[in-house]
């Protein structure tokens, strides 16, 4: 049975702050995975440079709200 995701909401937060709570919660679920959703570009883009640059996979979904999904997995 697949682990539960972690879930950070980091929607209606403006940079750093997604990313910051992503990285907290990287260090608390090091193998994750951890699901990220963020409503905007930039957003997406700097959290999945982020957990890039850490070893993670990253998973866009564009959601039909206009927010985005991101699966991190290590």
Do not use: H, Y
């Not at 994750?32 to 890039?52: F, L, W």
């Not at 640059?53 to 998973?59: I, P």
């Amino acid at each position: 049975m697949p682990e539960e995701p972690k879930v950070v909401d980091a929607r209606g937060l403006s940079c750093p702050q997604p990313v910051l709570l992503t990285r907290n919660a990287m260090a608390e679920c090091p193998s994750g995975p951890i699901e990220v959703i963020v409503d905007t570009g930039t957003s997406r883009d700097n959290v999945s440079r982020m957990a890039q640059r850490a070893g993670w996979c990253v998973a866009v979904e564009a959601l039909p709200t206009g927010e985005f999904r991101l699966r991190l997995t290590k």
